[in-house]
C-alpha cells in the first residue's frame, strides 16, 4: 500500500529546490551572498527529504 504524500513537505523540497537554483545561478552571475543562500536552501531540501524517507519507512 502507499504512503498517502505529505504536500506541504512535498511543497518545501520544491520551493527551496527552485531557490537553491536561483541562488546558484546568482552566485555564478558574481553575486557572492547568493552562495549562503543556496547553501542554506540546500540544506534545507536535503533535511526534507531525509525525513520525508523516514516517515515512509517508518509509515
Known sequence: MRSR????????V????LL???CL???LRGRTW???GALIC???????VRA???LDRNG
Do not use: F
Request: avoid cysteine; hydrophobic fraction near 65%; charge should be positive.
Open 25 to 27: 545561478g546568482a552566485a
Open 42 to 48: 540546500a540544506a534545507v531540501v536535503v533535511r526534507e
Open 14 to 17: 520544491v520551493g527551496a529546490g
Open 5 to 12: 504524500i505529505r504536500w506541504s513537505s512535498l511543497a518545501v
Open 52 to 54: 520525508l524517507r523516514r
Open 20 to 22: 537553491t537554483l536561483v
Open 34 to 36: 547568493a552562495w549562503l
